[in-house]
């Protein structure tokens, strides 16, 4: 049984719960609404991010474009739509940019965390296979998209457990004291720095880049993100 979509599911109920937990409670309709639309954005980003990046394999009938439920999904075209479906829910609940990131970006733990078991249940993201399982007695069976299980770093598990005590820490944060934006930049910045260093010890296939996995270089660029909206929330005369 293929558990991911179950997991995706999860996360974005999950997700949403968050969300509707913070929102004030006068406009809960609204920020419900705008959470779908990220989300929907995320899912067209997650499918389109993986078309761009495996177009070799969609020389068959355009119609396979469209079955998501085959697999084949992107997280970094994932943050990108939700990233814009952010920006376009700002303007449908005419709210300033910062605050409304500093909200609907909780809807970011849950998937990150349950993406990455749905992967250790799936076969994708796995990390590098461990040659001497003599002494690797942290090494754990992990499946990969061959269908073959080998004695691998436990690298889902691990990021999910990771991503949680992240997430965690910031759950604990008084968001009501901090500037509009700084929730927003310490979630993205902080997420962009643990996936980077996740893919150090990834062994799954991607095209590589200049010495760097793409994925890498994407982690870059949502970093960059993160501390300009970091960097945003500190300016004066807010």
């Not at 929730?183 to 996740?198: D, H, K, N, T, Y």
């Amino acid at each position: 049984m293929n558990y991911f979509p179950l997991l995706l599911a999860a996360g974005s109920i999950l997700g949403l719960a968050l969300v509707a937990w913070r929102a004030p409670r006068q406009t809960l309709s609204r920020w419900l609404w705008a959470c779908l639309l990220v989300l929907v954005l995320s899912l067209l980003g997650a499918r389109a991010g993986f078309i761009l990046t495996h177009a070799a394999a969609y020389t068959r009938p355009l119609l396979e474009i469209f079955m998501i439920w085959e697999g084949g999904l992107s997280w970094v075209g994932a943050m990108a739509g939700g990233l814009a479906g952010i920006g376009l829910a700002a303007l449908f609940l005419q709210m300033p940019l910062d605050m409304t990131a500093d909200l609907l970006l909780w809807l970011l733990p849950p998937l990150a965390i349950l993406t990455w078991l749905g992967c250790w249940f799936s076969g994708c993201a796995y990390g590098i296979a461990v040659l001497d399982d003599t002494e690797a007695w942290w090494g754990i069976n992990t499946l990969d998209e061959t269908g073959q299980t080998l004695l691998r770093a436990p690298l889902q598990p691990l990021a999910a457990l990771i991503l949680l005590a992240f997430f965690f820490r910031m759950e604990l944060e008084d968001a009501s004291r901090l500037p509009p934006g700084r929730m927003a930049g310490i979630l993205l910045s902080g997420f962009s720095v643990l996936q980077f260093l996740f893919t150090v010890v990834r062994e799954d296939p991607v095209q590589i880049l200049y010495g760097l996995r793409v994925d890498a270089w994407a982690c870059l660029a949502l970093l960059g993100v993160g501390l300009m909206v970091l960097g945003w929330s500190f300016r004066p005369n807010r």
